[in-house]
């Protein structure tokens, strides 16, 4: 554990600055809380318009696994966190040799590799869906029949669904494995979902843990889509199980950081767990407008050492992810492709500077809507471009709205 680094303080000569890895969205909302909070804050993203890096004082455009980005940003900061899963195990155990990390890199390995995600859950004692490890021919005949249909998902690297093939029989397991090129893959039996919801906690180095209310997420083609957020969203004695359930899987991980869980609730009512992401989750985002503390100020609070206090959230919310099927051409120009899937098709059309941009001006006018755009210059299909939030006074307006929101959106009402 480092020790406490002070927003404001000056560290080895230098405004005390804290640093991330990975530039999307999630490490920009890092990045504005702890600008927010007074600290200056350092982006390791190979990308020139990454969203973080665009917003943080400092920027190094190098690969990950680049020795010299690498010591910059340990020279620029006095801890470093991670906005994405997939960052390199290797980067994060050298920054870890000189700087505070957290997340750690042992934790952040398991959350890497399906099949060391679901040892370590059956180890915490938390239900998972009945699955099988396929690394070899041999595992693949081994398949129980009871596991078919399934989803059968590479160990690493998926994300927003991909990497996941879904399969009715044996020949198309075959196939699918052959289709994902035969790279270790983990096959979990199709469950029937009445629901699924996440716990967002955060804990610290000397072990404190507070947690958020629990989301309950609806996904659409394996992306999240819409999260709702208020008491008897979830069955509360449910929402207890996954609590205790989330608090278990981070303290056997040792974790310190912002940690997500994201559950099943099965037909019959049980509680299975599918996966953790070790930093802020999209179904967190609804914190930022609805919440006393969002989980990026518990993201930053954990790596600066500070003190953590249970958040509240003080408003009922919903969130309405923003992909970029929403940037649409106008009616008018009928076969055009997409604004988004051409990105000079804005500067050809340089005369209407809204062009295929949804009519923010309309949602705004809607009470309680708070829109959150992440700064990418291209929306493409399923690309996540921004979310909306939706606070009021009660549960019943908040949907009303979120509803509303929708339709001048041309988001499938839920
Ligand atoms: P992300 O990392 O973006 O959350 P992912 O690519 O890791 O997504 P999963 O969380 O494994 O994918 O699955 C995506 C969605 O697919 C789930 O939220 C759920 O809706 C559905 N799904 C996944 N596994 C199962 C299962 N075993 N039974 C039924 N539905 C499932
Ligand atoms: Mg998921």
Request: proline share 7%; charged share 20%; aromatic share 4%.
């Amino acid at each position: 554990m480092s020790g406490v680094i002070l927003p404001g303080s000056v560290v080895n000569g230098q405004p005390a600055t804290l640093g991330v890895m990975g530039g999307g969205q999630l490490g920009r909302m890092f990045v504005h809380a702890a600008q927010a909070m007074g600290y200056y804050t350092a982006v390791l993203d190979p990308d020139p318009a990454s969203p973080a890096g665009r917003v943080s004082h400092h920027h190094i455009q190098t690969d990950y696994l680049d020795e010299q980005g690498l010591a910059q940003l340990m020279q620029r900061c006095a801890a470093i966190t991670t906005e994405f899963e997939n960052v390199p195990a290797p980067a994060l155990l050298t920054l870890g040799a000189h700087r505070f990390v957290a997340p750690a890199s042992d934790a952040v390995a398991i959350a890497q590799d399906r099949a060391a995600e679901k040892a370590h859950f059956v180890k915490c004692g938390v239900p998972v869906a009945p699955h099988a490890v396929i690394e070899t021919e041999a595992q693949l005949a081994a398949v129980a029949d009871d596991l078919l249909p399934g989803i059968l998902k590479t160990a690493r690297l998926g994300y927003d669904g991909k990497g996941q093939v879904r399969v009715k029989t044996r020949a198309e397991l075959v196939t699918a494995w052959t289709e994902l090129k035969q790279v270790p893959c983990v096959l979990e039996k199709m469950l029937p979902l009445k629901d699924e919801c996440s716990v967002i906690v955060a804990r610290s180095g000397r072990g404190e843990m507070v947690h958020f209310p629990v989301q309950r997420n609806l996904h659409r083609d394996g992306i999240l889509a819409v999260t709702e957020v208020n008491p008897g969203v979830i069955d509360p004695l449910l929402a207890q199980q996954a609590v205790q359930a989330t608090k278990a899987i981070a303290e056997g991980l040792h974790y310190v950081g912002v940690l997500c869980v994201e559950f099943f609730v099965l037909e019959g009512g049980q509680l299975v767990v599918n996966e953790i992401a070790p930093r802020p989750h999209n179904s967190g985002h609804y914190t930022l407008d609805a919440c006393d503390q969002s989980q990026f100020d518990l993201q930053v609070r954990t790596l600066a050492g500070l003190p953590l206090t249970p958040p509240r959230q003080h408003s009922p919310a919903i969130m309405l992810n923003l992909l970029g099927d929403l940037w649409s051409e106008p009616v008018k120009s009928g076969s055009e492709p997409k604004s988004g899937s051409d990105p000079d098709l804005r500067s050809k059309l340089g005369s209407d500077p809204n062009f295929g941009t949804p009519r923010w001006d309309k949602v705004l006018a809607l009470p309680g809507t708070h829109l959150h755009l992440y700064g990418k210059l291209s929306a493409r299909q399923g690309r996540k471009m921004g979310h909306l939030n939706i606070t009021g006074a009660t549960p019943e307006a908040v949907r009303a709205t979120a509803l509303q929101a929708c339709a001048l959106l041309g988001i499938e009402p839920f």
